[in-house]
């Protein structure tokens, strides 16, 4: 399939679904200064061309009782493609964890995990973390307190180009 060459108009549909993913597409078309017809053309055409991946609801974690954030560290013992095979098909069937990371630097993965209470997180390690084939080092720093949490992709940047 060809890359779609996006132009200024399909960086501001980005935007406003980014903000406000159940708005209707009248409300975007609107937005965006398009009738509705060509809009759902061009969010069809996003979709289609992978841009657009999903839609979902954000949960507020606290809120659903998750209320502990931990960036865990990890280094391999290899770091042979097979090992970090083995440790990213693990990581990622675990619910607890909500983003992985191949790093650069001194670890091989940073993890996002969220737990309810520090009990969970205990059984998260012993019983999912280091039973992983090759973990040789974990290191865990919990969140005091989120102070930036962005969603929205700072698309303006590039579609100044």
Known sequence: MPELVL????YKILHYLQNSGRMSNAE???AVGLS???CLRRVKALEQAGILKQYVALVDA?????????FVNVTLRSQ?????MEFESQVAVYDEVLECYLMTGS??????VVVPD???Y???LAERLTRIKGVANIQSSFTLKQVVYRTELPLARVSQG
Do not use: Q
């Open 62 to 70: 606290k809120a659903v009782g998750l209320p502990i954030s931990i």
């Open 7 to 10: 132009d200024r108009t399909d």
């Open 107 to 112: 670890f091989d993965y940073t993890l996002r």
């Open 80 to 84: 042979e493609r097979a090992s970090l």
């Open 122 to 124: 205990e059984r998260f």
């Open 28 to 30: 975007l078309a609107e």
């Open 36 to 38: 509705p017809s060509p």
């Open 118 to 120: 520090l009990d969970s």
